[in-house]
T-cell receptor
Framework: DAKTTQPTSMDCAEGRAANLPCNHS???????VYWYRQIHSQGPQYIIHGLKNNETNEMASLIITEDRKSSTLILPHATLRDTAVYYCIVRVARNTGTASKLTFGTGTRLQVTL | DGGITQSPKYLFRKEGQNVTLSCEQNLNHDAMYWYRQDPGQGLRLIYY???????QKGDIAEGYSVSREKKESFPLTVTSAQKNPTAFYLC??????????????FGNGTRLTVT
């Protein structure tokens, strides 16, 4: 599975959009980009995933560059409750019956402030 | 509500004792996983199981053991052979099928302290 690079930390003012970048320059054509977040002392929470098209759900938007070497997770209106560590992960979508084990790096610590 | 339950939230043990961490899920997921997290670090995979009565070692299985006798349960035993057992332990599950459609669902972890 391809390696990812994320900034160690970022700040964002409450109500503004939080844009979290992720570099995955060695991504393969069949690898998806996943985003999870972990609020302090809790288990990680799935946010969104994508292959090459931009994706949006109730939590966030995922923008993947045309060459797929990088992506950005966008929280459109950040709140204090969005303060967490955000993990960007790339991996191949496995065949049926294979476990979805993921490798989590150290992620980006997002601090949302008043 | 469906989810993953890890208990207890905090666990204290003396060095040299084995300890078993509980993980139960009612999501009807086939696959279950154990991860370990140290302060300021990412998550590292200890063991995972795709189906009942089957499990595989992850990246840091030494000093740990698991069982999968029921679909709902995947207990982790931290043995005395684990050199640095103090950590935050996270259990997760996912449905069978492709990784795209089966994101991991995590419990809220057990913080184990061994002195």
């Amino acid at each position: 599975d391809a390696k990812t690079t994320q900034p160690t930390s970022m700040d964002c003012a409450e109500g503004r959009a939080a844009n979290l970048p992720c570099n995955h320059s060695t991504i393969s054509g069949n690898e998806y980009v996943y985003w999870y977040r972990q609020i302090h002392s809790q288990g990680p929470q799935y946010i969104i995933h994508g292959l090459k098209n931009n994706e949006t759900n109730e939590m966030a938007s995922l923008i993947i560059t045309e060459d797929r070497k990088s992506s950005t997770l966008i929280l459109p209106h950040a709140t204090l409750r969005d303060t967490a560590v955000y993990y960007c992960i790339v991996r191949v979508a496995r065949n049926t019956g294979t476990a979805s084990k993921l490798t989590f790096g150290t992620g980006t610590r997002l601090q949302v402030t008043l | 509500d469906g989810g993953i339950t890890q208990s207890p939230k905090y666990l204290f043990r003396k060095e040299g004792q084995n300890v078993t961490l509980s993980c139960e899920q009612n999501l009807n997921h086939d696959a279950m996983y154990w991860y370990r997290q140290d302060p300021g670090q990412g998550l590292r995979l200890i063991y995972y199981s795709q189906i009942v009565n089957d499990f595989q070692k992850g990246d840091i299985a030494e000093g740990y053991s698991v069982s999968r006798e029921k679909k709902e349960s995947f207990p982790l035993t931290v043995t005395s052979a684990q050199k640095n057992p103090t950590a935050f332990y996270l259990c997760a599950s996912s449905s069978a099928g492709t990784g795209v459609k089966s994101p991991l669902h995590f419990g809220n972890g057990t913080r184990l302290t061994v002195t």
